[in-house]
């Protein structure tokens, strides 16, 4: 066949009303909404067709910040292995075949899941810091608040080792730890923070962070307005201590989860750019700067069955993430819920990241999504509902007062209990008769602190990811 032909070829074009008029005809008399609307588990409407928004106008990003990542996004690696001597093979390894970031994650904190580097051994900040010296890549600090003291032992360590040259996000979060039912005492951030801007680091020091709400069963807009709280907390705590709104701003990094809902995750990530936008004009701040997204794969998606089909939806997750603009991306292994993971698990991670920057070229294209009607509606319709949840969650005094009267967990809970129940590959859906082995470097420890929010593993339990 000559290829000639297909130049004459084509679809008449169809306007919006056309379209729909075709559509109808296929549904032969079936009722259009209920047949082709569907609804996000917030509520929200998502409609088969969207006219392309025009005059849209890309959100930013902060991805310079990285040392030798070029254009894109942080590709951070978890250095959670108690063992040290081990730690520290796995993060080498990790640095020379492509990441750019390291979290040095400790037992206890929300973002451990059961694994993590024990609190006392602090020596692991010392070679940390002496590699980071020698090639400075970016480190983010995932601790509980009780362990608030780690953050300047790891300052100190990298200062004296000469590492000023690295990003450092030391994630202080005294409202994860109280979700969690630890100690959380909010005050003693300020003076702690101070501390650690008084070394000079470039990236950031304090941590608005959704995850353990989503961990738990929040739904997106939820999981932005525990975010969006939390800044909120933040500002007037460090407005009473004499700083500008600009600095919070600046010294505060977000974080969220990224789980397979692929539409849903990018417009969960360019929301919340929206309302650090819109919270920064608030405070009167004339040019409002990006803020720094931290995204994480979703935790309460990863299924114990079948875990290899983990690793499909730790690809859509970080392509939504990569694609939404986010600063800094963490992958959890495809077998983390089954125990401490080993070196092919680790590298899958790290290369699930690398493949879609170097060979779909993800972070060549800033917010890819800007002008997509779908995505442009969605966005909105998910910052205006999670400003709502926001806007209630401060008429009661603010996001300490609901953590402490037990409003936020009893909201996260109604939104598990009201998840609707899906079919999970692998797990519900076409199961495996025989599981295959898998290999881990040991079991995890107790993930949840009794008392707070509890990250249950959905899946496994058959119920909605």
């Known amino acids: ?38 609804r996000s588990d917030d509520g929200l409407e998502i409609r088969p067709i969207y006219t392309r928004r025009d005059g849209a106008v890309p959100l930013a990003h902060s991805h310079a910040a990285t040392p030798h990542a070029g254009d894109a996004w942080t590709v951070n690696q978890r250095r ?11 993060m080498a390894d990790d640095l020379e075949n492509g990441a750019t970031g390291i979290a040095l994650t400790f037992r206890g904190s929300a973002a451990a899941h059961g694994a993590g580097i024990m609190a006392g051994d602090e020596t692991a900040f010392r070679k940390t810091a002496a590699s980071c010296a020698a090639a400075p890549f970016s480190l983010r600090l995932e601790a509980g608040f009780a362990d608030r003291v780690l953050a300047t032992t790891l300052a100190r360590a990298l200062a004296e080792a000469g590492a000023e040259k690295a990003p450092v996000h030391f994630g202080l979060d005294p409202f994860t730890s109280a979700l969690a039912g630890a100690y959380s005492e909010t005050r003693e951030s300020v003076a702690l923070a101070k501390t650690l801007i008084g070394f000079g680091f470039s990236g950031t020091v304090l941590n608005a962070d959704g995850r353990l709400a989503h961990n738990a069963g929040a739904g997106e807009a939820l999981e932005l307005a525990v975010v969006a709280a939390a800044l909120a907390e933040n500002l ?13 701003f600046a010294m505060t990094s977000l974080s969220l989860a990224a789980d397979q809902d692929q539409f849903l995750t990018i417009a969960k990530c360019r929301a ?52 939404a603009g986010a600063d800094e991306i963490t992958v959890l292994p495809h077998t983390l819920a089954l125990g401490l993971p080993d070196p092919l698990a680790r590298r899958i991670a790290r290369n699930t990241q690398i493949v879609l920057i170097t060979e779909s070229n993800l972070a060549h294209v800033a917010d890819p ?23 209630g969650i401060e008429k009661t005094g603010g996001l300490s007062a ?6 936020i967990k009893a909201m996260v ?49 058959a119920e909605v990811v």
């Open 272 to 323: 919340a750019r929206l309302i650090h936008a819109k919270m920064q004009a608030a405070c009167g701040i004339s040019e409002p700067k990006p803020a720094h997204l931290h995204v994480e794969t979703s935790w309460r998606m990863l299924t114990k069955r079948d875990p290899e089909t983990n690793i499909l939806r730790n690809t859509i997750a970080v392509f939504s993430a990569g694609t």
């Open 369 to 391: 999504a800007a002008g997509a009607g779908g995505i442009e509606a969605l966005t909105e319709a998910l910052a205006e509902k999670a400003w709502e949840i926001f806007a």
């Open 236 to 248: 007037r705590l460090f407005d009473a201590a004499g700083m500008a709104p600009e600095a919070v």
């Open 80 to 90: 959670d292995d108690a063992d040290l001597a081990r730690a520290r093979a796995q």
């Open 1 to 38: 066949m000559d290829a000639s032909i297909l130049k004459d070829a084509g679809f008449a074009p169809v306007d919006e009303a056309g379209w729909r008029k075709l559509a109808e005809k296929a549904l032969k008399g079936a009722d259009f909404d209920a047949t082709l609307v569907s």
């Open 413 to 461: 809970e109604a939104a598990r209990a009201a998840r609707t129940r899906k079919p999970i590959v692998g797990t519900t859906l076409f199961p495996l008769k025989t599981e295959r082995p898998l290999t881990v470097l040991g079991p995890l420890a107790e993930a949840a602190a009794p008392g707070g929010l509890r990250a249950v593993l959905l899946a496994d339990l």
């Open 402 to 407: 609901a953590i402490a009267s037990g409003d």
